[in-house]
Nanobody, 121 residues
């Protein structure tokens, strides 16, 4: 499975961004897709994930009510709509694919390159 993330950028606090992650290859072998982020000097942390159907989702407490994860399986693409962005959301955002809906990065088998999100105050 190959993953290609895009959509990052610079935005002011309170603004919005939408990240996309295009998947290719044997995507059915890793039906769960998710987003993680890593800020400078910090460990990679879970953001949100969704099952193949998109019906079941999981969010980090820090983004609940502000971020929405969704997917378009016809396009093999995962999205992360980020609203009400805060400076503490600044990080490199990574998409990942795996078999289980969890918050642990260890359970995800495939990773894309990151896309930088910078939120200015």
């Amino acid at each position: 499975v190959q993953l290609q993330a895009s959509g990052g950028g610079l935005v002011q606090a309170g603004g919005s961004l939408r990240l996309s992650c295009a998947a290719s290859g044997r995507t059915l072998s890793s039906p769960v897709m998710g987003w993680f982020r890593q800020a400078p000097g910090k460990e990679r942390e879970f953001v949100a994930a969704a099952t193949w159907s998109g019906v079941s989702t999981l969010y980090a407490d820090s983004v609940k009510g502000r971020f929405t994860v969704s997917r378009d399986n016809a396009k093999n693409t995962l999205y992360l709509q980020m609203n009400s962005l805060k400076p503490e959301d600044t990080a490199v955002y990574y998409c990942a694919a795996g078999r289980f809906l969890t918050k642990s990065p260890d359970t995800y088998d495939y990773w894309g390159q990151g896309t930088q999100v910078t939120v200015s105050s």
